[in-house]
């Protein structure tokens, strides 16, 4: 698999602020949103709204060979303040420098209070763990919701809609 950061390396304060502006619940941001040369100024705008209008904030690493070339430290440092993380096993081991994911996710706990491991299909996860959460449901709820999401991603060809 090779990343690409795409239009997300292109993204400033201010089109993230336009997008979170639009948020009433929660505001999930890609890693490769927080990567580019604007990664602060983007960080800083999302913890602003979150703060302002009391909500949610999740994080994707997105790609370890980012995380690797701004470093673990300095991804933590720059996430501080959000809420849950959706890492893969390889991102958490990055983010922590463990070697055993069990403890990677304890060190990610500490931090952002609830991890979740994306491995395969992360964005479909995220999406259906962020919304049972946002039902209220309870953490392993979540998790079912995450996971059916992710299987249904993966269970089919294409990304777009079914019937396109």
């Known amino acids: 698999m090779f990343t690409d950061r795409g239009a997300s390396a292109a ?12 948020a009433r619940r929660w505001l999930h941001v890609s890693g490769y949103a927080l990567v580019g040369p604007h990664g ?18 999740s994080v994707d690493p997105s790609s370890t060979s980012e995380l690797a070339r701004r470093g673990a ?43 979740v ?10 999406a259906g763990y962020l919304a049972a959460h946002l039902q209220g449901s309870d953490v ?3 998790l079912t919701s995450g996971a059916g999401a992710a299987a249904r991603a993966v269970g089919r060809l294409g990304a777009g809609p079914a019937g396109r």
């Open 40 to 57: 602060d100024e983007v960080a800083d705008a999302v913890r602003a709204r979150a703060a302002t209008a009391g909500l949610g904030l």
């Open 140 to 142: 392993d709820t979540c």
């Open 73 to 115: 430290t300095a991804f933590l440092a720059l996430t501080s303040g959000f809420d849950i993380v959706f890492p893969n096993r390889a991102e958490a081991m990055c983010l922590t420098g463990a070697t055993d994911p069990v403890v990677a996710a304890l060190v990610l706990a500490r931090h952002y209070g609830t991890v």
């Open 117 to 126: 491991d994306t491995t395969g299909a992360g964005d479909a996860f995220a």
């Open 11 to 22: 993204l400033g304060a201010d089109e993230v602020a336009g997008g979170a502006a639009r």
